[in-house]
């Protein structure tokens, strides 16, 4: 019967696929098995075979016959892009992050509105919110899967500390390759300049991000793939160490935010494994007890003793990790625990202040390198967002050793005398959040 319906049909207009799951496919059959199989071409190239059996309907699209080639999504679009702002000038620049719902309106025009922030990387932190409206003009290439884009984007920077904000906008050519009928992935790079009270900046932005959207066509889901039980897995994810005390306004301790790229392997529905590589900055505060003497040397008479605060800058860590990685059942939810298991790097300076009627002064020492163990055990939910492709959030703690009691002398730089700066440990444990996207590859899946 269903050969049947193939042949009858008009030989000029695609042929329409619906299978017993509700997935539709697009496209040239090529091949029939009687009985068995049907064999077909979508309008990409790829080439899907189905049983007769999965096949609840075989028909024309005769509309195919004066389709405009018109790739405008449906509904509205949910971006989420996460990046780099590197100063032109002055050195450092900001850890940035930006969500945004627009509408695609055609295979050319994007329009959206949306917000983030941005967390500065360069002496003290600055957070800031941007308020922000971005247009993309796309340009297809023939039938490729990658679709060049140049993106403008401008908006105001809005200071969390009550500071003079800044005028922005950013221009940045990438590109966009579809996951999925439903997700894009986009990269771009390019240049922001600012306008702020008294003068103006430039950034070097790059960003990484991904697009949800509806599927093109109504009712059309792609062709059927499968959920992959085994098979080379990549994750992107955006995490933090007590994030929400990244300023540390007179707060002892650390705290990092950055992100980390995860090579693995899908072992089964609910065992991975995989080898990472991280970046964050990190931010200390340290409680320091300020001992004045009134003689050069430190045998003299003790002439006060002051409590001050000792901040650590210029502080980037890299992190290299194993991950092993459980989810609880192959459902579209299902609840996962994780384990990371690795070695931190990093380097920091300090730079003590005291401040008083009289005196108002900063000292400084060489910065120290360091290397120390963590493991993170993490807790949380997986939703998979396509078959293949998981959105992922963990809530975990890290334990790390701590940054040992410092001593530092220095000269007191009014008249005669001497200090002995004593800061406290520092600890580099603290609660672990982090929210990421993950996908199962083709390679090395058998499917």
Request: charged share 20%.
């Amino acid at each position: 019967m269903l050969c049947a319906m193939i042949c009858s049909s008009s030989a000029d207009a695609s042929d329409v696929l619906r299978l017993n799951n509700g997935s539709v496919i697009k496209g040239d059959v090529i091949e029939t098995t009687p009985g068995k199989t049907v064999k077909i071409r979508t309008k990409d190239g790829s080439v899907f075979v189905y049983n007769l059996d999965e096949v609840e309907q075989i028909s024309k699209d005769e509309s195919s016959l004066n389709e405009s080639n018109n790739t405008g999504h449906r509904g509205l679009d949910f971006d989420i892009d996460a990046g780099y702002n590197i100063n032109t000038k002055g050195g450092g620049g900001a850890v940035a992050a930006d969500v945004l719902v627009g509408k695609r309106f055609n295979k050319s025009i994007y329009w959206g509105l949306g917000a983030g922030v941005n967390i500065s990387t360069g002496g003290s932190t600055v957070v800031t919110i941007p308020v922000e409206t971005r247009l993309n003009v796309f340009f297809p290439i023939g039938d490729s899967k990658f679709t060049p884009f140049g993106s403008l984007t401008t908006g105001y920077n809005i200071n969390t500390k009550g500071g003079d904000g800044s005028y922005f906008v950013s221009l940045a050519p990438g590109f966009s390759y579809p996951l999925s009928s439903k997700v894009d992935f986009n990269f771009s790079a390019g240049y922001a300049h600012s306008f702020y009270k008294g003068g103006n900046g430039g950034a070097v932005v790059i960003k990484v991000g991904f697009s949800f959207h509806k599927p093109l066509v109504p009712g059309e889901k792609g062709p059927y793939i499968p959920t992959r039980d085994k098979g080379l897995q990549i994750t992107f994810e955006g995490e933090g160490v007590n994030p929400w005390n990244i300023d540390q306004d007179q707060k002892q301790g650390m705290a990092a935010v950055g992100g980390s790229l995860i090579l693995g392997y899908k072992m089964s529905p609910n065992i991975s494994f995989g080898i990472g590589y991280g970046a964050d900055w990190m931010s200390f505060a340290s409680r320091t007890t300020d001992t004045r003497y009134s003689g050069q040397d430190l045998e003299g008479e003790v002439k006060n003793v002051s409590e001050g605060w000792d901040y650590m800058t210029n502080n980037l860590m890299h992190r290299i990790f194993v991950r092993g990685q459980y989810r609880l059942n192959d459902k579209r939810f299902s609840p996962i625990a994780a384990l990371d298991l690795g070695l931190r790097l990093y380097r920091y300076d300090s730079e003590y202040m005291f401040e008083n009627s009289i005196e108002d002064y900063r000292s400084s020492y060489d910065g120290l390198s360091k290397a120390g163990f963590f493991v993170t055990p993490q807790v949380g939910f997986s939703w998979r967002t396509t078959n293949n492709s998981y959105l992922e959030m963990k809530l975990g703690y890290t334990i790390s050793g701590s940054l040992k009691e410092f001593r530092k002398t220095a000269n007191w730089p009014y008249g005669n005398g001497s200090e002995l700066f004593v800061g406290k440990k520092i600890s580099m444990a603290g609660l672990f959040i982090s929210i990421g996207w993950t996908r199962t590859l083709k390679w090395l899946s058998g499917q």
